[in-house]
């Protein structure tokens, strides 16, 4: 987590639209009172003038004080949002309208009126997976008036990571994957053999209902299937037939996550990374990083 806090070294400032037309009408204001000889004007011009400088303090000081916290994004799967979490505190109080940003998310619009931290959901498209790197955060207000703009980029470490988008496809051991150490007599679920139906259960596996039992006024129903007891599974990258990377990622990536659901005993082996036969949500995430990074350079300040 890493903290920073607006000073005013890096605020620019530019004038709104509002505030160039309030400009041009003041200094209308300004050249037709001074030729006419008119006093009332030219003190009403004065006055809209000083009104703006305030606003332009006021811009400058409700973005002053600020503190940014960015917490770490959860891993997606590349076609999803990444949705990156902020926490924001304020010293100088109330701090209202100012907007959070990055390049490609839309603007959230947050009011610091007390000193109790905020949680900002700044969300992006991560179409590609790899490190996705959402760019500099934008601070901007144009509070109170919206005659001027304060605006501060701040460029924070945050990454998040995106797992190739699973291709679904069915996948039998047997054909497509090594297998190693199996032992006879006992089975687990699997997908290798049809074992029979059973009623289907919430959270089981939509692709596995058995819809003509179920067109026939039998109910749902689902198709259980097994596979011996020890088996261990390893999914090869040369195993999968395709010139496409891409492609073989997503295979590979679908593979993980069914092997994972049923609670397989499963390895990952790639060009030059090797991950070992194990369970479990540690080694889930450990292959679905393998897959994400796979050729493509490594962020050095992530672990």
């Not at 949002?81 to 109080?93: H, P």
């Not at 919206?146 to 945050?158: A, P, Q, T, Y």
């Not at 198709?223 to 492609?247: L, R, Y």
């Not at 292959?287 to 300040?301: E, N």
Request: aromatic share 10%.
């Amino acid at each position: 987590m890493q903290a920073y806090t607006i000073r005013g070294k890096g605020i620019r400032f530019r004038p709104t639209g509002y505030g160039v037309l309030f400009g041009v009408v003041v200094a209308a204001m300004t050249l037709g009172s001074v030729n006419y000889n008119n006093n009332l004007g030219l003190l009403l011009a004065f006055l809209l003038g000083a009104m703006a400088m305030a606003s332009l303090l006021y811009t400058y000081k409700n973005i002053t004080g600020l503190q940014i916290l960015s917490m770490a994004a959860r891993p997606v799967f590349a076609g999803e949002t990444a949705v990156y979490e902020l926490q924001v505190c304020a010293e100088a109080l109330p701090n209202r309208s100012i907007l959070f940003s990055f390049k490609q998310s839309e603007e959230t619009c947050q009011d610091m009126i007390t000193r109790l931290p905020r949680r900002l959901s700044l969300r992006i498209p991560a179409d590609q997976r790899g490190w996705h790197n959402p760019g500099a955060l934008r601070v901007e207000t144009r509070y109170p008036f919206g005659l001027f703009r304060s605006i501060m980029d701040i460029s924070l470490n945050i990454h998040c990571l995106v797992y190739p988008k699973p291709i679904s496809d069915s996948f039998s051991t047997a054909q497509n994957y090594a297998l190693s150490g199996s032992e006879g007599g006992k089975e687990l679920s699997g997908m290798d053999d049809f074992k029979g139906l059973q009623p289907y259960l919430p959270g089981e596996p939509v692709e596995h209902i058995y819809w003509k039992a179920f067109s026939r006024g039998q109910g749902l129903q689902i198709k259980q299937f097994v596979e011996p007891a020890g088996t261990v599974i390893v999914f090869d990258w040369n195993s999968i037939k395709s010139a496409d990377v891409e492609h073989k990622l997503s295979r590979l990536c679908d593979a993980v996550l069914k092997a994972h659901r049923f609670n397989l005993f499963y390895g990952l082996n790639l060009p030059g990374k090797s991950i070992p036969p194990d369970v479990g949500n540690t080694h889930r995430r450990n292959c679905l990083k393998a897959l994400a990074l796979f050729q493509t350079s490594v962020s050095p300040d992530i672990s």
